[in-house]
């Protein structure tokens, strides 16, 4: 018998949901990075919005957050690379959210 380990990709492949699962995994290894950077209190004041086109992009409470992360961009892409070495990240856009969702570009 067969583990689900080695069932999984077969399943993945035939249901077409590669890309999918993959972007999942990247987003996943995003969060993961941002809950570890973030100081204690403030986990949960970042998480990764989306991946399209090799763009992955990032959202935050406020412009401090943003800006903590900023510096901290390449750590976050070797997180990820570490996680999903597949992962093609051409660039991270980073966004304030806001604590009522407004979305301001930088």
Avoid: W
Wanted: charge should be neutral.
């Amino acid at each position: 018998m067969d583990s689900l380990k080695n069932l999984l990709p077969g399943a993945i492949s035939r249901a077409k949901i590669t890309r999918q699962v993959a972007t999942a995994q990247v987003a996943a290894a995003a969060d993961e990075y941002l809950r570890l950077a973030l100081p204690p209190g403030h986990q949960n004041d970042a998480h990764c919005l989306y991946l399209r086109d090799g763009r992955l992009t990032i959202g935050g409470v406020n412009g401090s957050v943003i800006s903590f992360l900023r510096l901290r961009e390449n750590e976050l892409l070797a997180h990820i690379k570490s996680r999903e070495p597949r992962a093609l990240i051409a660039a991270v856009h980073f966004i304030v959210t806001g604590p009522e969702s407004d979305v301001v570009e930088y």
